[in-house]
């Protein structure tokens, strides 16, 4: 497979005259598009990456901007209004100096140069319109400058498990309370209790207010659209995740550490990752970053290697609050009646007048509906709005940070649950859990809770006392978003999580890890494009002795497979068909009637462990019934594979039907479409249980809607015999030879050499930049 060729040659640099930059900024761009950005300060490192991220994802990150700070509607009109009142009542209210000025000097400063470099870019399209991304002509809008500011107040609006415990409230109420544990196993085993005080009879959806996606409109998202069936958005929520291990200089075939990670994110739609090297005194670090995220989110620096998956704390609450009963503007709260704190605020709107909105708070706390019939409001607690909740400039001190020392002070500003995975050239390795905690001394944030005040947060566990490890005698670690407590753990008084995604991923990989002696980064090469499936074992050796007539195909396809979701497998194809018909024939034998309202789905966890039993739920017989249940699905599953693939078998290939297309979000707009073409065409092995994530939602189809769009692995102190891969190129602009340059690479699954030494950039250099500051 050819590599993406380089453009513009290394002779002559092109200079570009920018305010913003304190002295000229270099930038080589190797063979491969990764910029290499060298400063003589913090600064005007990271103001090369602001600017560079500004230059291939311009609209991108403004688009964000505008969903972030709610300025939908100014630019796209009145439908939007909601969607920015509701951005807006997650606006950070508090003192924005004083937080900025809490921040390490430093990480400030390269928060600043980010900042810039943005800015310098905008400024650079206002003088030259003809360079604007193709979006704001077709759109006729224009880009939104970017303010430090912004980066404190935009905490970002998500329900967290709100929804969750409106569910397990209602189920409460009808008696069904088990009934939750086929959609939502806790994790580790848990007993309910009902916060005292609370009438879980008067819990509704409506106290979800706007945090429920379906009661207002969703800004410009693709994907996000389809949540609003509430099983879409259930499925996709455990979607995203991601897989890293770790492995020590005693089981690497190379005498390092070798360190991997593959981020699992959306697919279709934005790439949501952008590469770059940062060098100036004090900082050497390559990988790639969130665009609109100051700093590197995956990949190393010059001492060590650091990746990320997603850790499960549960991060936000509900509270029920009392209002007066002739005043709705004071709720009760620590044995008094106090006032909200409300905001009044303007939206503007294009094509309407200006709308006013009051957004009100209780300590803080947004308040998301509110029935003044009943006495009734809900605030919804979440650790973002909390001071010190700063996660956009987290990532900056853990680019800053020297050592496993030095990254525990940087990991105090880390806001969002994650497995931080690190290795160092002295051949240490260790693992942290980080994120904001609440502790919550009387209740188990499983339900609302009532908001009187006995219920109320009483702070954030210390990083200390989070999950960590620091050189295991085993030799590896890995983290794929699985309930990782580790034994012994207290989780009993410090209380993070009971919702955590399917181990199918993490035992797969460990399965691989524990009968490697000695690991290669080859071998790391081959993890992250694993298709094995471990539920398909599962299901095999469930299949019924005996088939019918209608299933005895289907059973003997899958007899003879190796359960690996690969794109050329024809029993992939069927075992993908006999799922879905599995997991409804299940559904509609064991949830109870009353309750299939709250539980759109079942777990597959679950479902597979309650077949290999002999629970009662099944009924009177339960091999019988599991048998006739399996039975059923292999032959509905081989009548929809006819139906999709044709009524020869040998002519069945997965990846005919499980594609990876990526199109603009706005590709509704048939302007927008016409200007950038779809990258499609290609065809992927896998699921969203396999290594290689590729998962998809048969709701919506069978494409690939998320998964690894970055990849890499390191070796760790021999840096430039890392790999990596991206998803599907640097630019989002189609007049870019960057603008699908990987697809074909990443469907192969050739990871690449990302180039880190002052040597092999220069070896492999293909164009430079130089930003001057304007006189």
């Not at 035992?507 to 499936?533: G, Y």
Request: aromatic fraction near 8%; proline fraction near 7%.
């Amino acid at each position: 497979m050819a590599k993406p060729r380089g453009h513009g040659g290394s002779a002559k640099p092109r200079t570009v005259h920018l305010t913003g930059a304190r002295a000229p900024v270099e930038v080589i761009e190797d063979e491969l598009g990764v910029p290499h950005v060298r400063a003589a300060s913090l600064h005007d490192a990271f103001f090369g990456q602001g600017y560079l991220v500004a230059r291939d994802r311009l609209f991108q990150i403004d688009m964000e901007q505008r969903r972030d700070m709610g300025r939908m509607a100014e630019a796209f009109g009145p439908r939007f209004v909601a969607a920015d009142r509701a951005a807006r009542l997650f606006l950070y209210r508090g003192d924005i100096e004083a937080e900025l000025a809490a921040l390490p000097p430093d990480v400030l400063e390269c928060a600043q140069g980010y900042v810039a470099g943005v800015n310098a870019r905008i400024d650079e399209l206002a003088a030259d319109p003809a360079q604007l991304p193709l979006e704001y002509g077709l759109l006729g809008i224009s880009p939104l400058r970017w303010d430090i500011r912004n980066l404190v107040r935009g905490r970002g609006i998500g329900m967290g498990d709100a929804d969750d415990e409106v569910r397990r409230a209602q189920l409460h109420a009808r008696g069904l309370l088990d009934a939750d544990q086929l959609m939502a196993p806790l994790r580790p085993a848990w007993s309910f209790t009902v916060p005292e005080g609370l009438d879980t009879a008067a819990v509704t959806d409506a106290d979800l207010g706007i945090l429920d996606s379906s009661a207002r409109p969703l800004p410009f998202d693709s994907i996000q659209e389809a949540q609003l069936d509430p099983q879409q958005r259930w499925t996709d929520r455990f979607a995203l995740g991601s897989n890293a291990w770790t492995i020590a200089p005693s089981r690497s075939a190379t005498g390092r550490p070798i360190l991997a990670n593959d981020p699992h994110l959306g697919i279709g739609g934005a790439g949501p990752r952008h590469m770059v090297h940062l060098t100036a005194p004090g900082l050497d670090v390559i990988g790639a970053g969130a665009p609109g995220l100051p700093g590197i989110m995956q990949g190393h620096t010059d001492r060590f290697a650091f990746g990320r998956t997603n850790f499960h704390i549960d991060q936000t609450d509900l509270f029920i609050l009392r209002t007066k009963k002739d005043d709705a503007n004071q709720y009760w709260h620590k044995g008094k009646w106090k006032v909200f704190e409300t905001f009044e605020d303007e939206i503007a709107v294009k094509g309407a007048p200006p709308e006013r909105v009051t957004l009100r708070y209780a300590a803080g706390r947004p308040i998301v509906s509110q029935d003044a019939a009943r006495d009734r409001a809900v605030a919804f607690a979440t650790v973002s709005m909390l001071p010190g909740a700063n996660q956009r400039f987290a990532i900056i001190a853990i680019n800053l940070a020297k050592d496993w020392a030095s990254l525990q002070q940087a990991f105090k500003l880390h806001v969002s649950p994650t497995n931080l995975h690190y290795a160092d050239i002295d051949g240490n390795t260790g693992w942290q859990t980080i994120g904001f905690t609440p502790r919550r001394p009387k209740h188990d944030g499983l339900f609302p809770a009532p908001g009187d005040g006995d219920f109320d947060w009483t702070g954030i566990l210390p990083v200390q006392d989070m999950p960590h490890v620091y050189n295991p005698r085993e030799g590896w670690f890995a983290s794929a978003n699985q309930m990782n407590l580790p034994a012994g753990y207290p989780y009993h008084e410090r209380i993070i999580s009971f919702g955590w995604s399917d181990p199918f991923r993490y035992d797969r990989i460990a399965e691989v890890l524990r009968a490697q002696p000695k690991h290669r980064i080859e071998d790391s090469i081959a993890l992250q494009h694993d298709v094995q499936s471990l539920p398909a074992r599962a299901l095999l050796k469930l299949l019924p002795a005996a088939p019918s007539a209608d299933a005895a195909q289907a059973t003997a396809l899958l007899r003879r497979w190796d359960c690996g979701i690969e794109a050329d497998s024809a029993a992939a194809l069927l075992y993908e068909m006999v799922m879905p018909a599995l997991s409804s024939g299940f559904y509609e034998r064991v949830v109870p009637a009353a309750a299939r309202d709250l539980i759109p789905s079942v777990n597959l966890s679950e479902m597979l462990r309650i077949l290999a039993s002999s629970d009662k739920r099944l009924g009177g017989d339960p091999a019988a019934a599991r048998d006739a249940l399996i039975d059923r699905a292999l032959a509905a599953g081989w009548k929809r594979a006819v139906e999709l693939g044709g009524t020869d078998p040998a002519r069945w290939q997965w990846g005919d039907l499980h594609r990876v297309t990526i199109a603009h979000p706005l590709s509704s707009i048939p302007a927008i479409a016409a200007a950038f073409p779809k990258i499609e065409g290609g065809r992927s092995g896998g699921d969203g249980t396999t290594p290689m994530a590729r998962g998809f939602n048969a709701k919506r189809g069978f494409n690939v809607s998320h998964g690894a769009s970055y990849l890499f692995v390191a070796d760790v102190g021999a840096w430039d015999n890392s790999r990596f891969l991206l998803l599907p190129g640097q630019s989002a602009d189609p007049r870019s030879p960057r603008y699908r340059d990987f697809y074909p690479l990443w469907l192969a699954g050739a990871m690449q050499p990302l180039w880190f030494s002052k040597a092999a950039v220069e070896r492999h250099a293909a164009a430079r930049l130089i930003l001057t500051p304007t006189l």
